[in-house]
């Protein structure tokens, strides 16, 4: 009998989250958990790595949501004269054998919760019945699901959810190729504050630093984005900026 393994070669510049992160992937793992800081990119992670060419579908969770946004809700169709079902990410995902991203899983409430909990379940106990046909769903193959999170201790989610998640991966500091979206001179101190405790600013606000920048100039722009911070920043940069020269 032959094997097939899958191997991942290592890149020496990727960040350990990452390559842990693609190493999963990209060796059957087909749900993670990716937490940590705002802004390090997990729902673009979520999105777009790995196995994506049967789609991504992206929920995001808040407490008053419906399961709208999950399964899917009758609607009225666009003649108004009769009611069509409107199928959600999950529902979508599963149909396709696609990934869906479930963002903020900590904010959902138990109504969603529960949906939710059925969707990504294992392949073989998973189903879902459609409420007028009666029609049975199961997940396509090649279904996959990232789940993304704020929260920093991964005991705070309840467990049923936790215990379908069994990879998580705390993402610490911005994606390479995200950081490749700012200036120069701005990279090593955004990767650097991403993960930095109460003091932390997010690559979002790195990268609306950038943007009006360029228009307004360093001083006024960091002000602007970093208000009484802005000094010790525009140090920082320019300390960056010498000991990279
Ligand atoms: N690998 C990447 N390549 C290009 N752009 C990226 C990459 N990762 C993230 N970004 C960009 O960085 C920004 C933040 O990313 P994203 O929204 O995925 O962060 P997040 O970790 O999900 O944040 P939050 O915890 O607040 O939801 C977005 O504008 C996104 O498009
Ligand atoms: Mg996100």
């Not at 992206?58 to 399964?71: G, K, Y």
């Not at 704020?150 to 069994?166: K, T």
């Amino acid at each position: 009998m032959t094997t097939t393994h899958t191997t991942t070669t290592s890149d020496p510049n990727l960040p350990e989250c990452w390559q842990t992160l693609e190493d999963v992937l990209n060796n059957g793992i087909d749900r993670v958990i990716l937490f940590g800081p705002p802004g390090t990119g997990k729902t673009f992670a979520g999105m777009n790595f790995g196995d994506i060419s049967r789609g991504s579908h992206r929920i995001t969770c808040t407490e008053d949501m419906t399961n709208l946004q999950v399964d899917g809700n009758f609607m009225p169709s666009s003649d108004g004269k009769s009611f069509k079902w409107y199928e959600g990410s999950a529902l979508k995902a599963w149909q396709s054998g696609g990934r869906l991203v479930i963002d903020e899983i900590d904010k959902a409430g138990s109504d969603v919760f529960a949906t939710l909990l059925n969707f990504l379940d294992t392949p073989d106990s998973a189903s879902w019945e459609h409420p007028e046909t009666a029609e049975v769903f199961r997940p396509q193959l090649g279904f996959s699901a990232v789940m993304t999170t704020n929260v920093e201790d991964m005991d705070e989610l309840p467990e049923a959810l936790s215990d379908r998640f069994p990879v998580r991966i705390r993402i610490n500091q911005p994606h390479p190729t995200a950081l490749k979206r700012l200036s120069r001179d701005l990279r090593q101190i955004a990767s650097q504050m991403a993960d930095a405790g109460n003091q932390r600013i997010s690559l979002r606000t790195f990268m609306a630093f950038d943007s009006l920048r360029k228009s307004l100039g360093d001083e006024r722009a960091s002000k602007i984005v970093f208000a009484n911070r802005a000094e010790g920043i525009i140090d920082a940069i320019k300390i960056n900026s010498v000991e990279r020269a």
